[in-house]
C-alpha cells in the first residue's frame, strides 16, 4: 500500500519569512496529493490539493509542488504570519478508491 | 451545510465498557472514513465507506472495534469492550470522490 513520509516533524519561522515542508510518497499510481491545517482541538481542514497532471497550483500565499518522477510534492507558505500556526498534514490517494494515506504532520510555529 | 457533525466531543468510559462514536457526513458525499489520531501512530485510516457499503476496514485494529453506516445521514463506529490504549483522537470525514472533510472529531479516553 501507499507510504507517505513527510519532513521536517518540526519547523519553527520568524513571521513573513518563508516555510516549505515535503512529503514522498511510494505508489507511484497515487494521482491525488491534498494537504490539510489542523490547528488545536480541530479537524484537519483541507488547504489546497494537487492533481498529478498538474506540477504546481497556488492559492495566495500557500503554492504546492509536485515532481511525479521522483514521487515528492512540498508546500510552500509565503510570508508567514502568526496564524499560520498549526499541524500540517499531507497525504497521497488513489483518486478512485479513496484510500488517502497521511504523513506524520509538521509543527509549524511562526515567531511574531 | 453544517459540515461533518460528530458526537460526543468528548468521552471519558472505563475499561471495560461499550463506546460509540455518532457521525453526520455532509449531505450528498458518497464516502464516509473513520480515522484514528494518537502522538504514536498520527492519522490512521481505519475504515471507509462507499454509498453505505463499508470498501475497506483493513485498518479497524482488533475485533472490538466495528463500524455501521445504517443510511447516507450516520454512521457509527463501536468499541466493545474498550481498553485504555483505545484512548484518542477519533474523527469522521466524508468525501464525494474529492477532497475529504473532516469533523471536530471525538477525544476518547479510556480510563
Known amino acids: 500500500g501507499e507510504n507517505v513520509e513527510q519532513h521536517p516533524s518540526t519547523l519553527s519561522v520568524q513571521e513573513g519569512d518563508s516555510a516549505v515542508i515535503k512529503c514522498t510518497y511510494s505508489d507511484s499510481a497515487s494521482n491525488y496529493f491534498p494537504w490539510y491545517k489542523q490547528e488545536l482541538g480541530k479537524g484537519p481542514q483541507l488547504i489546497i490539493d494537487i492533481r498529478s497532471n498538474v506540477g504546481e497550483k497556488k492559492d495566495q500565499r500557500i503554492a504546492v ?37 497521511f504523513g506524520a504532520g509538521t509543527r509549524l510555529t511562526v515567531k511574531p | 451545510d453544517a459540515g461533518v457533525i460528530q458526537s460526543p466531543r ?70 466493545q469492550p474498550s481498553e485504555p490504549r483505545d484512548s484518542a483522537v477519533y474523527f469522521c470525514a466524508s468525501s464525494n470522490r474529492g477532497s475529504a472533510f473532516f469533523g471536530q472529531g471525538t477525544r476518547l479516553t479510556v480510563v
Open chain 2, 10 to 79: 468528548h468521552e471519558v468510559t472505563e475499561m471495560g465498557q461499550e463506546v460509540t462514536l455518532r457521525c453526520k457526513p455532509i449531505s450528498g458525499h458518497d464516502y464516509l472514513f473513520w480515522y484514528r489520531q494518537t502522538m504514536m501512530r498520527g492519522l490512521e485510516l481505519l475504515i471507509y465507506f462507499n454509498n453505505n457499503v463499508p470498501i475497506d476496514d483493513s485498518g479497524m485494529p482488533e475485533d472490538r472495534f466495528s463500524a455501521k453506516m445504517p443510511n447516507a445521514s450516520f454512521s457509527t463506529l463501536k468499541i
Open chain 1, 65 to 101: 509542488t509536485l515532481n511525479k518522477t521522483a514521487k515528492h510534492f512540498s508546500l510552500h507558505i509565503t510570508e508567514t504570519q502568526p496564524e499560520d500556526s498549526a499541524v500540517y498534514f499531507c497525504a497521497a490517494s488513489l483518486r478512485n478508491n479513496n484510500d488517502m494515506r
